[in-house]
Structure formats: C-alpha cells, structure tokens
C-alpha cells in the first residue's frame, strides 16, 4: 500500500502529474483485484474457478487500462473500474454464500475467517458502490464531498473491525489446532494390526 | 442521523439516491448475511437431529442383538441343564459303583440303558449344535440348506412350502450365507407363527452384482412402512436382529404386498461381495 501511495502523493501533489498519479491508482486497483480473487478462489467450489479466475483478471486488467488511456487527459477522476471491481466481488460474495448454504459443513460459518472476511468485503463493496456511481457526476459538490467521507469512512472503519474478527478467530482457531495437535505421551503398548480375513472358507 | 445530516446539506438530488442506494445496498448485504448465518444453524440443527436419530435407531439395532443373543444363550442353557444334564445323571446312576456286584445279566441290562441315555444325549447336543450351525449349510451351501428346512417345513403337513434357487453357481461366503439362512428363517418362523399362510415359496434370483433371495406367502404380514416402524420401537426382537443382519450384509429387504393383495413378498438384496 505504502509503495502505491507514496508515488501517487508524490505525483499528485509535487508534480501535480494527474496522469502518472492516476497510472499508479490503477496499478493497486489491479493488484487489489488479484489478490482478492485470489482469495476467493481458494474458498470457492467451483470446477471453472481458476478459469473464471484468470479471465476476470485479464478482462479487468485491459479494462482498466482502456479507462485510464481515456480517462488521463479528463479532468475527471474515472470510478468506472471501482465500480465494475464492487460489482464483481458483491456477485462473487454473494455467490460464495450461496455455495455455503449449498454445501452443510459440520464447523460453525461464523467460527470461520474467510466468512468474517468475505462479510467485511462485501459490506466494504455494497456500501461503496453508489458511492462510486455518483462520484463522478457528483463530486464538486461540497454536500456529496461530505456524504462521501462519511459514508466512505464507515464502511472502511466496519470492514477494518470485521478483519481484525478475522484475524482473531484465525489466531484462536490456530491455537486450538495446535494444542489439539500436541503429542500425546502415552504407551500404549505392542500393536498387532489384525488380519484381514480370518474366517474360514467356505466348502 | 450524521448521514442524515449530510443528506441535509447536500443540494442535488442525486445525493439522496445515492444515499438511500448506499443503505439499501447495506441493507441487503446485511439481510444475505443474516439469511446465512440462519439457515446453516438450521441446517447444523437438523444434520444434529437426523444424527441423533441415527443413533437411537443403532442403540435399538445394538440392543436387540444383545438381547437376542442373551436369548439364545438362554435357550442352549436351559436345552443343556434341562434336557443332557438329567440323561447324563441317569446313565451315571446306572453305572455307579454297585454295578460290579450286580448279577451279569442285570450289569448288561445297566450297560445297555446307559448307552441308550448316551445315544439320546449325543442326539440331544447334536441337535443344539445344528441349530447353532446348520450342518448342511457348512458342508453344502444355502441351497442344500434352504431345501432342507423348507422340506421340513413341507413335512409337518401344516404348510406348503417350496424353494428354487435360479442363479446360485458359485457359493457366496459362509458367513454371507449364514446370515442369509438365520434372515430367511427368522421371516419363516414369523410366517409360521403370525400369518396364518397356506404356503411359502422362496426363490433365488442374481446378477452381476447382487443376488436376491423373495419369499412369497399368503398369510397376513406386513408391508415396508410397519417394517420401519417396528424397527424403531422396543418391540419385533425378531425383525430387528433382520435388519441389522441385512446391515451387516451391508443389502436391502423389501416387504411388499401384491396389488391383487393376494400374497405378500418380501425382498431381500445382498451384493455378492459384501465388504466386511
């Protein structure tokens, strides 16, 4: 994050070099959109998810592109690829949910980090995301300015908290693993594995 | 109410759809997680339900095999301290110390009784051992065995019963076989003792995979649902120790009754390589 936002600042706010500063903000809206597809594919069912992985990527990544090469000369921020990266993972969480109701595990869905995860993300992504659609239109004016903060900044904060429950539940469940998995010192004698068959045949 | 505020200074209307966009799209995320949350707890809850029920109807299954096996051990007990123990005290009695005083007629005629108690008693362990293990069965297979109990049954006059084994080249493993013969003569029994029926006929059927063995009578028995319904109560020992020897033969049994409701039948399935 420090090595997107130091060159962004300092593109931004030195140079006053929009363009270079926008180049770098759709660098970390690709590898965030990696990343987190990453992450959800390694939780998700789905025989094509790698396929579906790949491409999503691929199709993001040109389609940033595209927007960028569009969107450097506007005067405009473009929230276009932050809105079409909400959509995605909103569609990819609720999916990930459904494949939870579809699939009965014996351990509790909130006792899991990747649930508390995908439930901070997908309130990260839903509260943002007519944040993003109106951002463009709407963003010189001082009262959006103020909802957008507000709003902006309480998904961020709720999301912060429901990953560090993530993060928590992962360190307990991690810690319950290990005293589980200690070594139990105990003889328990010469063990003879019995034969398979031991029966008589038949005549 | 800070959204509210915000929604108050702001002037376009476009900020109020953004804002009740934004807490609709809230809302629902909320919903989805909730609907989630719930509906694995009812699902957890009822997986718990059908697991506990799984295991009442093993404890049942579990508890019906002991007992039957109490039972059984009774009757050996009582067949051997009733019926040998007394022949075994008599020819002793015969035999005892004053026997060599005795006139050498009266000591052959002692002799003599006394084998004949034997003989009785020899017959009397042999037939305990039979019914523990059918020695037709070990020696010849189910069929062998089959047909000699239903040619016994034939014999008391008091049922027509008949067997035909279509499809039985190969014998199937003894203990296979051996539950095959208790379930079959366990349903005969109840035949005899419950259904008030004119004849049984048992049939033998196979292929590739399975083999099926169908009893046909037309007395009054009991179709599949009172099965089941048996199985899970304290009662029908009999049918229990059925189910779990169908179990064991990791098959299926199937009681039916005809459409015409003529005759009933009941069905059982096994694989012929029962995975032990």
């Known amino acids: 994050m420090v090595l997107f936002l130091i060159p962004s600042l300092y593109f931004k706010l030195i140079l006053n070099d929009r363009a270079h500063s926008l180049l770098i903000n759709r660098f970390f809206l690709i590898v ?74 014996s351990t509790p869905i909130l006792h899991t980090a990747e649930f508390w995860i995908s ?65 139990i010192d105990i003889d328990l004698g010469s063990f003879y594995p019995l034969n398979k068959n031991t029966n008589p045949k038949p005549q | 109410m800070i959204f509210l505020q915000a929604a108050t200074g702001a002037s376009s209307g ?56 109490e039972e ?44 004949q108690i034997i003989d009785d008693a020899i017959q009397l362990i042999r037939n305990i051992s039979h019914s523990m293990m059918p020695p037709t069965l070990k020696n010849f297979g189910l069929e062998s065995a089959m047909s000699d109990l239903f040619q016994k049954i034939n014999g008391s006059g008091s049922l027509n019963a008949s067997v035909r084994f279509h499809d039985y080249r190969t014998r199937i493993k003894l203990e296979q076989e051996l539950h095959i013969f208790r379930i079959i003569q366990e349903l005969v029994n109840n035949i005899m003792k419950h259904s008030n029926a004119g004849f049984i006929h048992l049939t033998q059927n196979a292929n590739a995979t399975h083999s099926y063995f169908r009893l046909h009578h037309d007395g009054q028995g009991i179709i599949q649902t009172e099965f089941d319904r048996l199985n899970h109560t304290s009662a029908g020992l009999g049918l229990k120790n059925i189910a779990s020897r169908v179990k064991v033969l990791n098959g299926r049994i199937l009681f039916e009754i005809d459409p015409s409701h003529t005759y009933y039948k009941v069905t059982i399935e096994v694989p012929k390589e029962s995975v032990y």
């Open chain 1, 32 to 105: 965030e959109f990696i990343l987190l597809s990453e992450f959800f594919a390694c939780y998700l069912r789905l025989k094509a998810k790698h396929l579906f992985r790949v491409v999503s990527c691929i199709l993001f990544i040109i389609f940033s592109f595209i927007d960028y090469y569009n969107a450097k000369t506007s005067v405009e921020f473009s929230f276009i690829p932050l809105v079409v990266e909400c959509l995605f993972f909103v569609l990819v969480i609720v999916y990930f949910f459904y494949e939870k109701l579809q699939y009965s595990v």
């Open chain 1, 119 to 183: 439930v901070a993300f997908l309130l990260f992504f839903s509260g943002n995301f007519f944040l993003f659609l109106f951002s463009k239109s709407s963003l010189n004016d001082p009262g959006f300015r103020e909802q957008y903060v507000v709003i902006y900044g309480s998904v961020t904060i709720i999301k912060d908290v429901l990953l560090s429950v993530a993060i928590v539940i992962r360190a307990y469940l991690n810690e319950g693993e290990n005293r589980l998995g200690k070594n």
């Open chain 2, 14 to 69: 476009s900020n109020y759809i953004m804002l009740l966009g934004t807490l609709g799209m809230v809302s629902l995320t909320l919903g989805i997680v909730f609907f989630v949350i719930f509906h694995q707890r009812k699902v957890t809850r009822f997986n718990m339900e059908l697991k506990k029920m799984e295991e009442d109807k093993q404890q049942i299954l579990l508890n019906a095999s002991i007992k039957f096996q």
């Open chain 2, 72 to 115: 059984e051990r009774n009757r050996i007990a009582a067949d051997l301290h009733d019926d040998v123990g007394p022949l075994l005290a008599t020819a002793r009695l015969y035999l005892n110390e004053n026997i060599v005083n005795q006139e050498p007629a009266a000591q052959l005629q002692s002799i003599y009784s006394a084998k």
